[in-house]
Antibody, heavy 125, light 110 residues
Framework: QVQLQESGPGLVKPSQTLSLTCTVS??????????WSWIRQPAGKGLEWIGR???????NYNPSLKSRVTISVDTSKNQFSLKLSSVTAADTAVYYC?????????????????WGQGTLVTVSS | QTVVTQEPSFSVSPGGTVTLTCGLSSGSVSTSYYPSWYQQTPGQAPRTLIYSTNTRSSGVPDRFSGSILGNKAALTITGAQADDESDYYC??????????FGGGTKLTVL
């Protein structure tokens, strides 16, 4: 059973960089069948896709966050990470990491099949 | 910027049927967007219900079904139960490794 676990500081000061890591267990992050993604959810609001990374290191980001986001992967540790720079109170949210399944039985699918439990990050001085 | 639209809220009676929809601010939703649906209860991570328009995720009851209705993706719950009261999110794959979430629908069962 694949499990994902977010970790990182729960409190970040305004203008600083938010850094989170997602540790994957029960499966290899190097598998070519998946992307690895970050999603966030401000309190009482909807889900927002942040970006994704492939095992090769290729990335795509939400255009609204692209200038501030970096997602990286460490295959040796079976982890991938999120950095969000110049944070403000608007970046306060629960941050989820998720696995994106690309294909099933040779057919493209592109959906989030496993999610971490989420971690709350508060931006405040 | 592409906006994915969902009804903000919906109500259904126990045992009733409800269809939630997922549209685009510009254009029609088709299977090429690989629509998927997620259920979320307060304080919990989302749970995958439907992917690729109409394929149920493992363990999801068959009273949940997905389809394309007109120019939108749709999630239909047949025989609604009290524990179906949740937030429901659709997600569309825009291509080139980019996804967009809908704003979510808060479903009340009463």
């Amino acid at each position: 059973q694949v499990q994902l676990q977010e970790s990182g500081p729960g409190l970040v000061k305004p203008s600083q960089t938010l850094s989170l890591t997602c540790t994957v267990s029960g499966g290899s992050i190097s598998s070519g069948s998946y992307y690895w993604s970050w999603i966030r959810q401000p309190a009482g609001k909807g889900l927002e896709w942040i970006g994704r990374i492939y095992t090769s290191g290729s990335t795509n980001y939400n255009p609204s966050l692209k200038s501030r986001v970096t997602i990286s992967v460490d295959t040796s540790k079976n982890q991938f990470s999120l950095k969000l720079s110049s944070v403000t109170a608007a970046d306060t949210a629960v941050y989820y990491c998720a696995r994106v399944r690309i294909a099933v039985a040779g057919m493209r699918v592109y959906y989030f099949d496993y999610w971490g439990q989420g971690t709350l990050v508060t931006v405040s001085s | 910027q592409t906006v994915v639209t969902q009804e903000p809220s919906f109500s259904v009676s126990p045992g009733g049927t409800v269809t939630l929809t997922c549209g685009l601010s510009s254009g029609s939703v088709s299977t090429s967007y690989y629509p998927s649906w997620y259920q979320q209860t307060p304080g919990q991570a989302p749970r995958t219900l439907i992917y690729s328009t109409n394929t149920r995720s493992s363990g999801v009851p068959d009273r949940f079904s997905g389809s394309i209705l007109g120019n939108k993706a749709a999630l239909t719950i047949t025989g609604a139960q009290a524990d179906d009261e949740s937030d429901y999110y659709c997600v569309l794959y825009m291509g080139s490794g980019v996804w967009v979430f809908g704003g979510g629908t808060k479903l009340t069962v009463l």
